[in-house]
């Protein structure tokens, strides 16, 4: 396959967060999704740890057998936690505190010489750096510059368009990536992606790379829905039987 699938966990720490529980771990997911053949793994490790906390990143950094991509806004904290943590990749995002999740691209070309001070920092530690960004030509052409080797496009837009929109961002996601690959850049593609509507993206040549994660961890959660609660009855009945 000339398409790799990273799959975000972050969601399964946010099902534990919810509780303040040791389970379900975002690190057991990841060696089930490895298993499964997904060739690499994507945690987010949020200014406020909503989700995937410090321990998760350590964890994840020894087990993972594939491609282990931290995803991280470009500050001081986040940065000197890559550099002490190593992961293969770091894909730099915007982040801020009231969202519920990503929700634009980073702006590199406003944020330039700071982009670039984060991006030369772990390039090296021999860290290969994505940037997170809109489909646009300025911004690929400033994520180049800074020194990044990667770009990942934010497909959110096409993945909430309505039916009738979607050609539309589709196209400016495959000019965007054609614009990338021709300017070097190696290109990854991800957010809002679902078994519905990622063939489209995979039809993008020059996409290698696709970060996939709140889908999946819906499509787990109802698909083992049946099975989880029919192991709790059979445990109830093991127990009254045992009582
Ligand atoms: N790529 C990036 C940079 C992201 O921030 C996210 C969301 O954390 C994803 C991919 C995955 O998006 P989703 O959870 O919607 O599949």
């Known amino acids: 396959m000339d398409i790799a699938l990273h799959v975000n966990i972050d969601h399964v720490a946010t099902l534990r967060q919810a509780r303040g529980t040791n389970y379900p771990d975002p690190v057991e997911a990841a060696l089930i999704a490895e298993r499964a053949g997904a060739h690499g793994i994507t945690a987010h490790l949020r200014e406020d740890r909503r989700h995937v906390n410090d321990r998760d990143v350590r964890v994840l950094r020894e087990v993972v057998r594939g491609t282990f991509n931290l995803e991280m806004a470009a500050t001081e904290e986040m940065l000197a936690i890559a550099l002490a943590t190593v992961p293969d990749h770091v894909t ?12 634009g691209g980073l702006d590199v070309l406003s944020h330039r010489e700071h982009i670039r001070r984060i991006v030369g920092a772990l390039n090296d530690r021999g860290i290969r750096v994505s940037l997170f960004i809109a489909p646009s030509r300025s911004q690929i052409d400033a994520s180049k510059e800074v020194g990044a080797v990667q770009i990942e496009l934010h497909t959110g837009d096409y993945a909430h368009a309505r039916p009738h929109d979607r050609a539309s961002h ?25 078994l519905e509507n990622v063939g489209q993206v995979t039809a993008i040549r020059e996409c290698v790379e696709l970060n996939i994660g709140h889908a999946i961890v819906s499509d787990a959660v109802i698909s083992g829905f049946d099975g989880a609660v029919r192991a709790m009855l059979e445990a109830i009945r093991r127990g009254r039987a045992s009582a």
């Open 170 to 194: 589709l196209k400016s996601l495959a000019d965007g990536a054609a614009h990338a690959r021709a300017f070097g850049l190696r290109v990854a593609a991800g957010h809002g992606l679902t």
């Open 92 to 103: 730099l995002v915007p982040e801020r505190r009231e969202e519920r999740t990503t929700e």
